[in-house]
């Protein structure tokens, strides 16, 4: 198994305030992404980075922002939670001998109350 | 935009049925891939399917690309109640390395 921690795996929030997940890889992979995943809807991309400091947006980006300051780590922020975002967050990697083959971490349950 | 359509959307079969999971698009691909999610769980790669025609096997999971790349299935002889769980397809294209995702098929293998 790909070596992908997500922290916290649950987290209970109110509306307005700031929440930041972290996702960390042990494989030395080069891509990173976050996705949320919600009933009806599937995996959406949020954004995702292609090497340390380089990250651009996915389709549903608003209201989330990243960082990547190291090859192993990689940060989810919302400035401002808001119960539209109460999801399923998931942190994928590739970069092995193929680029396009993910490797998911556990998974964030997120409550925005 | 692209899509990937993957029906059904859901199934609900006897164990020791035969089932089939399609995955379909306009688009090309490179490269698709399978992957099976359990509760509480992320997605985990089952296969990936690179060439047009190709099929592979997974035990009694079986996995076929489309001649043409844009479309794929997945065939389980004799399910059994282990294989319940999410099952989505994902397409990844030339120009990039992000994927796009079906939106999964719900499969329950009732005992």
């Known amino acids: 198994d790909a070596g992908i921690t997500q922290s916290p795996r649950h987290k209970v929030t109110e509306t307005g305030t700031p929440v930041t997940l972290r996702c960390h890889q042990t494989?030395?992979?080069?891509?990173m992404y976050w996705y949320r995943q919600d009933p009806g809807h599937g995996l959406r991309l949020i954004h995702y980075?292609?090497?340390?400091?380089?990250?651009d947006k996915g389709e549903v980006s608003d209201g989330y922002s990243v960082s990547r300051s190291k090859t192993e780590d990689f940060l989810l922020t919302l400035e401002s939670a808001t119960s539209s975002q109460t999801s399923v967050y998931f942190c994928?990697?590739?970069?092995?001998?193929?680029?396009?083959?993910?490797?998911f971490g556990p998974g964030t349950r997120l409550t925005v109350t | 935009t692209q899509l990937l359509e993957q029906s059904p959307q859901f199934l609900s079969i006897q164990e020791g049925e035969n089932l089939t999971v399609y995955c379909n698009s306009s688009?090309?691909?490179?490269?698709l891939q399978w992957y099976r999610q359990e509760p509480g769980e992320g997605p985990v790669l089952l296969v990936t399917?690179?060439?047009g025609g190709e099929v592979k096997k997974l035990k009694r999971l079986t996995f076929q690309f489309g001649d043409a790349r844009k479309d794929s299935s997945l065939h389980i002889t004799a399910a059994q109640t282990g294989d319940t769980g999410l099952y989505l397809c994902?397409?990844?294209?030339?120009?990039?390395?992000?994927?796009?995702w079906g939106a999964g098929t719900k499969l329950i293998i009732k005992p």
């Open positions: 494989e030395n992979h080069r891509y």
């Open positions: 980075s292609y090497g340390v400091k380089d990250t």
């Open positions: 994928a990697i590739s970069g092995g001998l193929a680029d396009y083959e993910q490797y």
């Open positions: 688009s090309v691909f490179s490269s």
């Open positions: 994902a397409g990844g294209l030339e120009s990039n390395y992000q994927l796009i």
């Open positions: 399917v690179v060439t």
